[in-house]
């Protein structure tokens, strides 16, 4: 039993696992099971303990024409709820409109 690095090519992010070796009689030969441990902090290169259920996007990721990305600063943040504001209030001006038809 050892712990071997593997690196996440889309992330560049560095996980450890454990890895079990073991003889497969049908096939007749070695095979290995891994188990993650966890990711390797990149400045101190101990193991960060993880579930692997983390589900953040990688550096390398770019938004498709369908994906919204919020605002990261708050005044992003205002424009874009009295735009939403603008856009329901309108709604609900259309909605009364074919109402009263």
């Excluded at 050892?2 to 454990?18: C, F, L």
């Excluded at 096939?27 to 589900?55: A, W, Y």
């Excluded at 009295?82 to 409109?97: A, V």
Aim: hydrophobic share 20%; aromatic share 8%; with cysteine.
């Amino acid at each position: 039993m050892g712990i071997v690095y593997q690196t996440d090519k889309r992330s560049g992010i560095t996980y450890a696992y454990e890895n079990q070796s073991f003889w497969d009689p049908e096939l007749k030969r070695s095979k290995s099971k891994r188990k993650l441990i966890g990711r390797i902090d990149p400045e101190t290169k101990q193991i960060i303990p993880t579930d692997g259920r983390c589900k953040k996007r990688s550096p390398s990721y770019e938004a498709g024409s369908d994906d919204y990305e919020m605002p990261k600063t708050m005044k992003g943040l205002k424009d874009e709820i009295r735009r939403l504001l603008k856009e329901n209030q309108e709604l609900r001006d259309q909605l009364e409109k074919y109402k009263s038809k």
